[in-house]
């Protein structure tokens, strides 16, 4: 699953730890050749209170059953919202006898439970569970079968979620009554972590698996998707049709899948297997652009893991309201709709990263999978870390780097709030497991030991895990037995450190170089606070000398403790030095460097790390003019970015316009246009004019809208318009914002539409460019607008955000107009008077029509109704 880095922001788990006091003993000093070490001094630390209690332990699921095959039949009541199914399952004991059998089954409508041969059972149902008396005992090695004949209804349960999978119901009807003409009638499953068992009876835990039949019965119109191949489809008398989708590969129940819905199914291929991708009608053109490179993928994971795609095939099918970002069911990957763009928007803005992380995690995650939720990293962390490598491979080094320093920054601001083991069996709640830690650290642990073991012996091991564990579930220690026996090394202390520990390293680094005898001492402080971190961390670097000729010189060492110094035997003065040459740890460093070394480090440095910190740190300095004017000329595209972020470039118009013009990346070339229009307007403006019939690139044409309008706003005004017609989708944030600018009411309708059928995303920016033009309406438009917003507010299935904001909007108008009441003469006030009892009215409808209470109590209480 891919969540949204937006969405980490909420995932962290707030805590206050007590910090322990540390008294530091004398530093025993060593000399050791060409460096000094110091020996860890013992720390004095609070008294410990020691719990009465056992503390909180998440362990893996104890079967009794082993699940060999599940069939499922299913039918929809799509105005009630219910599921009618029956689900057939195989099973049989693992390893004790036992005459009963506990399924997962929340909310259901039970109608009959039988064994295969129709004989009915006993059984207790508590809406949760299903107790089945099974109709004698059975061993080791025996089958059985359970039928049962059921309605689920998943609108009706109790609905939770989490930061990162905002509901818990398992299947999810949208539009069901087809009553909105901007939204799709689709059914769509989201199973993680346990919520497949709230539309069928299963065994609903990360270590079961089992394979599947599944009969989709729907209306003609409609197209299927589930895990496995499609075997047959059906024609009914009804006017209905059966899909019958089977997949015989063994996986785990929160993988089971279904999607329905009116879809364009647009074919690819990689090598033998069918690859399709399934997105709404309008953007059937766009598809393979939405999921580009998808096959290249699959070569290329195929390649390096030495295991070729395992499954029957692979979909990818965009859904509306999905609840997190995307989700790998195995076969049939599900994505929300912010991935359906536009051609134009892909441009420089794909879906890489999110399409390589559901792919990898049908190696990782799907193949092999954590048997509990304490280690979820081996799926999350595997997928987190083929991002790296896809950027890797197709993009180059660089292009990596820079993510892997955002997914780094992201992990170090969760880390500020809460810190846990990677393999953390202590969590409170099995959805908590779903943040910084198992995704973005997992993924840049596995970076370290890439390192420190080399590729070969990484990939080598990787294809091993997977061979030896494939179809099963497993914690951690498979992975590290997979590493010792392919490298024989001794890895425990690097899976203990980074897996089994919380944390990471704050590393505190001086350089002191001599000048009289040309040594170089380091001095490394490990300053983590231990009540979040490991007190001293493992950490082989080679350290990076570098010379004002070019040449580098690499040293070998190793960091083990809390305080410590190398001395570096040199032959001349170096330029600058960096203690982690290679930068792969996943550590928070404070070095200072002068003017002079931040130069040298962007200029010699072939790292990506180091050239973003030299430019960053360099970006208010008046004396680095050079560095930044070589910058403009640099192969990747983010230091050409941060070229032109510098507040004393020596202004080159023509550079400059030729950037806006002709740059490869997209993004700079929005960036050099935005320069253009604050140094040279006029430059800026023949440039834009250009740009606009030539470009293809939204970020592009979007700057060169707003410089058209700002300087000739009738103009801007009557491209903005036949833009809108083309770009509708791609751009209408700017478009509408340039709408909203002026007081002209001809505007109204395109941001009426477009505020309806405005997803949660681009609702608040259109919300209030709304707001802004009908505000300054006449009395008779801003109560055309006002209904658009109370359309909204009283639409029963609509986001409680979205209503709120609108309800809140309607009131914000009438404010304007109490406001504007008190300045013109009482005989004018007529028809203002009239509008604001006409909002008013809209306003108490919306309340008694809204049955959410606490929605309400908002409306009351924020908004003083």
Known sequence: MRIFGCLLLFLLAFSCKPKQVIVQEPIDMRNLDTLVVSAKAIPKKDEVVIPDTLPIYNGTYERVHDLLHTKLELAFDWEKEHVLAKATLDLSPIFYVSDRLEL?????????????????????????????????????????????????????????????????????????????????????????????????????KPNERCSQEIFITVEDRFETLSNGKLISSTNNQNGTRTDY?????????????????????????????????????????????????????????????????????????????????????????????????????????????????????????????CENWANLTLNEGFANYSEYLWQEHKYGLSAAEHHRQDEMKTYFDAALNNTHPLIHYGYEDKEDMFDAHSYNKGGLVLHMLRKLVGDEAFFDSLSKYLKDNEYSSVE??????????????????????????????????????????????????????????KYIYILPVDAAIY???????KFPLEINKRKQKFILQLKEEPAVSILDGNRYLLAETKEVFSTAQLKYLFELSPHFIDKKLALTKLRNNDRA????????????????????????????????????????????????????????????????????????????????????HSQNEKLGLEIAETMYKKYKKSMAITLLDLFSKGSDPQYLPY?????????????????????????????????????TLKKIATKKEENSYKKYVSTSNIIKLKENL????????????????????????????????????????????????
Request: glycine fraction near 4%; hydrophobic fraction near 35%.
């Open 547 to 553: 010379y004002k000729d070019g040449r580098v010189e």
């Open 476 to 533: 951690a220690d498979a992975l590290r037995f997979a590493f010792e026996e392919v490298t024989a090394k001794d890895l425990r202390w690097f899976f203990d450190q980074w897996y089994f520990t919380e944390g990471h390293p704050i590393l505190d680094i001086d350089y002191d170089f001599d000048f009289k005898s040309n040594i170089l001492t380091i001095n490394v402080d490990q300053i983590q606070e231990e009540s979040d971190h």
């Open 104 to 204: 997962d089954a929340v909310g259901f409508d039970i109608h009959s439970i039988s064994e295969g041969n129709g004989r009915p059972l006993k059984y207790n149902y508590d809406s949760t569970k299903i107790d089945i008396k099974l109709d004698r005992p059975y061993r080791r090695g025996e089958k059985y079968k359970v039928i049962i004949d059921y309605t689920a209804k998943p609108s009706e349960n109790e609905d939770s979620g989490s930061a990162a999978i905002t509901s818990n119901k398992g299947l999810f009807f949208i539009n069901p009554q087809n009553d909105n003409i901007y939204k799709p009638q689709q059914i769509w499953t989201q199973g993680e972590t346990e919520n497949n068992s709230k539309w069928f009876p299963t065994i609903d």
């Open 818 to 865: 109490v406001a504007q009441l008190q300045e013109i003469p009482e005989g004018d006030s007529k028809e203002l008077t009239s509008t604001i009892d006409k909002l008013n009215k809209m306003v108490e409808e919306i309340i008694q029509k809204e049955e959410d209470e606490e929605l309400i109590i908002k409306y009351r209480t924020n908004l003083g109704t």
């Open 625 to 708: 003019k050079d560095v930044f004017k070589k910058a403009l000329d640099e192969p990747y595209h983010e230091f050409r970015k941060l070229g032109l972020s510098y507040r004393y470039m020596d202004f080159d118009t023509e550079k400059i316009k030729s950037m806006a013009m002709q740059d490869k990346n997209s993004r700079v070339r929005k960036d050099a246009l935005r320069l253009l229009s604050k140094k040279a307007p006029e430059v800026a403006f023949e440039a834009a004019t250009s740009i606009l019939d030539k470009e293809q690139a939204v970020p592009v044409l979007s700057q060169a809208i707003k410089i058209v």
């Open 245 to 369: 989708w089977k997949q015989d590969k063994t996986h785990t129940p929160y993988l089971f899948m279904m999607a329905i819905g009116e879809y364009a199914v647009v074919q690819d291929n990689w090598q033998d297997l069918d690859v399709n991708y399934y997105v709404e009608p309008e953007y059937e053109a766009d598809a393979k652009m939405i999921f580009n490179h998808t096959p290249e993928m699959l070569e290329f994971f195929s390649d390096i893991l030495d295991y070729k795609y395992p499954w029957d095939k692979y979909s990818q099918v965009v859904v509306r309201d999905f609840v997190s970002g995307a989700m790998e069911n195995t076969s049939a990957s599900v994505y929300g709709d912010f991935v359906q763009k536009t051609t134009e928007e892909l441009i420089d803005n794909h879906n890489d990263n999110i399409v390589a992380h559901e792919l990898f995690h049908h190696w990782f995650g799907d193949l092999v999978t």
């Open 751 to 787: 941001l009426n539409e477009a505020l309806v059928a405005a997803d949660i995303y681009k609702f608040f920016p259109i919300s209030t460019y709304h707001f802004d033009l009908a505000s300054k309406c006449n009395p008779e438009n801003m109560l055309v607008a006002a209904s």
